[in-house]
């Protein structure tokens, strides 16, 4: 499979890369609500993308409060330093007032390693981008991040956010080596010409890609005569793509892409993630996943790069 650096680390992740959010299971369980995931399809599909080119893991300290970093680790075995793992700080601040305290930014890359089973994370992330009132911890967290690094715990920097104006504020202070959000067809503001585009160039900053098939929409799971229906707990209930005229609308789009390139969903997933990965600041585009039938679908876009034509078609299909 296809490498492309973080930043200029070199740190060479697979273009297509997995995101480990759905491995900390639904809130009933302490995750963040998707629906659990077995240990065992944890371990097949994780050892069958191994097995077939992946090489980086994107995982967070709050998926199920650890569940997803052990899972990770106990399906990688002894192949855990094979590959590049990455993990987030930001949302358990335990018993401070701001998650990026620096003694909780230690405390928490301490437990992930532990939960990782290893001594040095590739990539470490700020997981948002509120660092109190008036940025009054941002310093002292730029500062612990880079004490983590000069003791080999931490490797890379990155910063995970979910605007524009919190990505120009803040990266040309805590200059990361790549900042993630979500990004794809219907939302390719990040990677397309644009100002945070314009400002990884000039930083050498790259990024990487989580939602990059829309929580599945963009797969041809769902149509209009098969609309989603989501367990109680499922995260994906609340959220805009889902609701009535966001969703009718997006399925207009698929239904150009199924003209274009296929009903499919191989051919749609290589539509979608080969769509992300054609943008110049893109390094990699992380999918989530259940079990190996989903990672063998995201695996089937590997080194399917599109046509300048093929590109210009499906960004005009969701205008």
Known sequence: MNKREIGKTGIMVSEISLGCWTLGGDVDSGGMGWRGVSDKDAAEAI???VDNGV??????????????????????????????????????????ENAFDARNIRRQCEQSLKNLKRETLDIYYFHNCDFGKDDAYLEGAIAEFHKLRSEGMIKAIGLSGYSAADFLR??????????????NIIHPDFVAEGPVSKMM?????????????????LTGKFSR??????????????MD???????EKLMDGVDKLKAKFGAAGEELVRAALQYILYHETAACVIPGFRNLQQVKMNLSAADKGLTQEEFMYIREAFL
């Not at 050498?204 to 989580?210: E, G, L, P």
């Not at 793509?241 to 969703?247: I, Q, R």
């Open 47 to 49: 050892n069958y993308a």
């Open 55 to 96: 090489n980086h893991f994107d995982n967070a300290d709050v998926y199920g409060s650890g569940k997803a970093e052990k899972m990770l680790a106990s399906a990688l075995g002894a192949r855990n330093k094979q590959v590049i793992i990455a993990s987030k700080v930001g949302w358990n601040k335990n018993e401070f």
């Open 170 to 183: 803040l990266a040309p202070r805590i200059k990361p080596d790549c900042i993630q959000s979500w990004c």
């Open 201 to 217: 160039k000039e930083l050498n900053i790259t990024f990487v890609a989580f939602n990059p098939l829309s929580r599945g929409l």
């Open 225 to 238: 005569e098969n609309p989603p229906v989501f367990d109680k707990n499922d995260v994906r209930e609340t």
């Open 241 to 247: 793509e889902f609701k009535p005229g966001n969703f």
